[in-house]
């Protein structure tokens, strides 16, 4: 038996476009936003409703993203750019406002294209190249202020200090939340999937944040209620890890074809998954304090990092690795997401014999049968090693 507070936050998420319509209507700004560095907390604090776009997954909306951008951006911009071309969303319908970051240059590039072909109002957010410098730091604090500065003017109000402490609290809620969620889903009882974990994040992203706590916090109760159920041991099984480009809401090919084949997933770095909620601690409840803990949590692959042996995201994947007992690794890269492409290589080089396989997609099935071929053969030769080693 499923829990059912997947299923209330399941109904929650259905009820929500029309929700968000009230709101409007009351007076509520809604602020969609992309990418890996916008602080949701300020949008929160001054009183819009945040919301995360962007799926995958849909070769027919890719074409039309092509349309008003090169086809050699990555499938998941033209994807994004083919939904605001369409507006048959129902959250890109309710957006007031777009807020993008410059962490990844082509999605900056989107915040152009929408503006000036579909005439949404944009708010950029510069990020720094050289993120780990001193440099780096303040221009990204100068920033998220100037960011703020144009939040307020939208929103009509300023950002009251404790109006920005009651985000902080909510979210650093939702992550802590989330790293449960996690641990629990890598357990050998686990009382919930990885597949059901990523669905309940996407979901957030669209909820109001304080009931969307809430419903974690219920569900990681549910959850432990599960775990103290006598657990039936699992045959063989490969622990798979996923790294590489984002896998937004929409794209499960690769996800479906691992379960098929019989691989459990039990972890990822994703920037779509657990890598946004790691390691971001807020110290000081202002612009400048949020600022810089998010420039000092797990970087974006987006972001370069040439000295290898101090690169935050490569540590964090070694760490996430062995957290999560994962038995192979499989990075995914998706047509044309060239940070993530050319990296990977040095991610294969850094993480030494662990078996690894690069997967190269994009959001159509005339891949499907030849990366179900190779996850095929990745699967079973880890469980043939893990067998092997059992009988040792």
Known sequence: MGLKTLDKISAALQSRPLELEQLRKEGKKVVGWLAYNIPEEIIYALGLIPIRVGQGGDGRLVEVGARHIST????????????????????????????IDATCIQLYRLEELINFYFGYK????????????KEGHEYFRKEVEFFTKKLEE???????????????DIYDGIREAIKTLYKYQSLDNAPLSWREVSSVINAGYNLDRAHYLELLKELIVEAEAKLSEPSRRREVEAR???????????????????????????????????NFFLNLEIKEPTPYGVADAY???VPHGSLPYLDLKSDGRLANLKHQ????GADGIIYHTLRYCDA???????????????????????????????IRTRVEAFIEMIKSKKEIAELV
């Open 295 to 297: 420039l000092d949590r």
């Open 122 to 133: 944009t708010v950029v957010l510069g990020v720094p190249r050289n993120f780990a410098t």
């Open 154 to 168: 939208f929103a009509g109000v300023t950002l009251e200090q404790s109006k920005l402490e009651e985000a902080i």
């Open 72 to 99: 050699k951006n990555c499938v998941f911009v033209r994807q994004a750019l083919g939904q605001f071309a369409e507006k048959t969303d129902p959250y890109i319908q309710q957006l007031d406002l777009v807020a």
């Open 321 to 324: 690795l062995q957290e999560f």
């Open 340 to 370: 993530f492409t050319f990296k990977a290589g040095e991610t294969k080089e850094v993480l030494g014999k662990l078996p690894f396989l690069e997967i190269h997609t994009e959001y159509s099935g005339s891949d499907f049968e030849a």
């Open 240 to 274: 798979i890890f996923l790294s590489g480009s984002l896998i937004p809401p929409g794209d499960t090919k690769l996800v479906d074809i691992i379960e098929q084949l019989g691989g459990r997933i039990v972890g990822d770095d994703l920037w779509s998954g657990l």
